[in-house]
């Protein structure tokens, strides 16, 4: 399988991915990338900060750049706010009802 190496690139920095992942092929990386990009952007929303200029470089074993997603690619699609259906971390917690008969008295 070839590895895909996902690096991200903000405005004023650029860290670079070193370990890289196995994927089947590029239209993976890109589901993987633009689930990363929706994490990073959680995360943003969460604690803080810009949630423009970024970019995720997916790039080859050869360090040549195949593919570049945007924040506007994970949050835009045909000038309206994506949606999404489902959970890329699996940790959001489930609410569950409350019966009468299991609420703590």
Sequence with gaps: MPRYFFH?????????????????DL?????????????????????GGALNNRQIQIADESGAVLFTLNTDDVLLQDGHYRIFEDDV??????????SSKSAPE
Excluded at 8 to 24: I, Y
Excluded at 28 to 47: F, P, Q, S, Y
């Design 8 to 24: 991200v690139r903000d405005s004023d920095s650029f860290s670079p991915d070193t370990e890289g992942q196995e994927l089947a």
């Design 27 to 47: 239209a993976a990386a890109r589901r993987e990338a633009i689930n990363a990009n929706r994490e990073i952007l959680g995360e943003k929303l969460l604690h």
């Design 89 to 98: 971390t699996q940790s959001a917690p489930v609410a569950h009802p409350i």
